[in-house]
DNA sequence: GACAATATGTGCGATATATGAACAAAAGTC
DNA sequence: GACTTTTGTTCATATATCGCACATATTGTC
């Protein structure tokens, strides 16, 4: 790369934090190197960089993340409106309807969550501003596909890891395409335990007052308590009610 | 900066992307600029790169951060496991007290949250992994500052904008001193409306197997329905109950 | 709409950084 | 314990980046 507009130093030092991972929490030189594909050397300089900084520490042989590192991220949580816009209305809407409550928009093939007000545990795992799911079977996830130009959308399954979470999961693209004109048709999406064995969950889009889709809200509960059949009836006009408030409200 | 083992570039880099906060939502390059200390050539070189890399979006004149900067911090919440051990426990709490638990660590003069299980909310601001506090003035922070040596514990004070957020604040050193003893002696602290109105805390530290406090736990609660005299009544040993628990997992 | 005041873009020499190979030191293997 | 393999560190040099000064564009003011 030539480029004069751009710092491949910092752009490496990025690659290098995001080498860190839930599998990989404590990782030497070589394994940097490897999973960024940078040279030894220079992860090295990197992770050296971090550690001097303060956002990682190194005890001779493994770096770890510090806490600090959660400034960078906090900087866009804090730093962006939209969050904070949405917030109270999930609170308010999860008290309403003791059910967990959520936002998120979309990054590459992701969802991530960027505000939530919790109610009881019916996850295994802990959701929480940051936390990133597959699109292509999580609520919001679809319902943000499908505000995309259908090639868009096609185009991210493409390069989706299309995997079963349980046996009801959606992992073809076809009627994963088909699903989303009929969530673009119909204006929300149910999903039925195929993240996770007894949880569902129905999300609609978020539009800014021009009309564009800039964020999904969602309410997630137990299938024992809440059959999918019956999620659009108890939770869909809750939802929308929230997003027609939200409307004038965000840009 | 001559240093063979850091790489200045990704340092400056860095230093942009915190640039962003929260009055600080969109910025121009003069704007890093002046934030940053940096050369304003330097600072179009970082955001464009940002831009390219697509952490950040450009309209031409400002800049935004994206929600792809969440990767970074989520590197260290799902990297380390401190977070997940600690979460289950605190949802037990929360449930079993009926109030908000949280936990944190120190980072510089400010704790930092890593987990949280809410309950209703009662603060004014949300507080979520990766927000912040003011060490001084906040239970999980008073117990950390105890548990450091006197002398680093007084430096942290030193550089820290000691101000008055309600007309409770604690905020001459001397006495935040002596209580950060006294803390350090009954191994609690409880705060009384000193962060905000209407909002009283208890934290307790949370110990590794060595011993080495590694964090601290707390819970708030609304000083209309829990006098800040009741705290540690009705707390103190549901906390210290879950110290003993994660004593032996942590390390 | 002209002027001043800021803000942004660009080329260049000086300086810092990346590269890859060579070397040193562990770690793993038999 | 000698051998192989992997990992970490150092070094010289080719290369990319920094910061400055200047050119250009945008914004605000009267």
New interface residues.
């Given amino acids: 790369m030539q480029e004069?507009?751009?710092?491949?130093?910092?752009?490496?030092?990025?690659k290098v934090?995001?080498?860190?991972?839930?599998t990989?929490?404590r990782l030497a030189i070589a394994d940097v190197a490897k999973a960024t594909g940078l040279d030894r050397a220079t992860a090295?300089?990197?992770l050296?960089?971090?550690a001097?900084?303060g956002?990682a520490d190194y005890d001779g042989k493994f770096f770890?993340?510090?806490?600090?590192?959660?400034?960078?991220?906090?900087?866009?949580?804090?730093?962006?409106?939209l969050p904070?816009i949405v917030?109270p209305f999930l609170?308010k809407l999860a008290?309403e309807v003791h059910q967990s409550a959520s936002a998120s928009?979309l990054?590459?093939t992701e969802v991530?969550y960027?505000?939530?007000?919790?109610q009881?545990?019916v996850m295994s795992i802990?959701l929480?501003?940051?936390?990133?799911l597959p699109a292509y079977c999580a609520s919001m996830g679809r319902v943000l596909l499908a505000a995309l130009p259908e090639d868009e959308a096609r185009a991210l399954l493409k390069q989706t890891n299309l995997r079963s979470f349980t046996p009801r999961t959606l992992t073809d693209p076809a009627r994963l395409m088909a699903e989303l004109a009929r969530v673009r048709e119909e204006g929300f999406a149910v999903i039925d335990q195929e993240l996770e064995l007894g949880l569902c969950s129905i999300a609609v889009p978020l539009e800014n007052d021009r009309g564009r889709v800039v964020a999904a809200i969602n309410i997630g509960a137990p299938a024992a308590s809440v059959p999918a059949a019956e999620m659009a009836d108890r939770y869909l006009e809750p939802l929308k009610g929230v997003a027609r408030l939200l409307k004038s409200l965000l840009r």
Avoid: W
Avoid at 17 to 22: D, M, N, Q, V, Y
Avoid at 128 to 132: A, E, I, K, L, Q
């Fill in positions: 004069t507009d751009f710092v491949s130093g910092f752009a490496r030092g990025l934090i995001e080498a860190f991972g839930e990989t929490p090295r300089r990197c050296l960089t971090l001097e900084l956002y770890v993340l510090t806490p600090k590192i959660l400034r960078l991220g906090h900087a866009y949580l804090s730093a962006t409106p904070h917030q609170d008290e928009v990054d590459g991530v960027i505000a939530r007000a919790s009881k545990r802990n929480m501003p940051g936390s990133r």
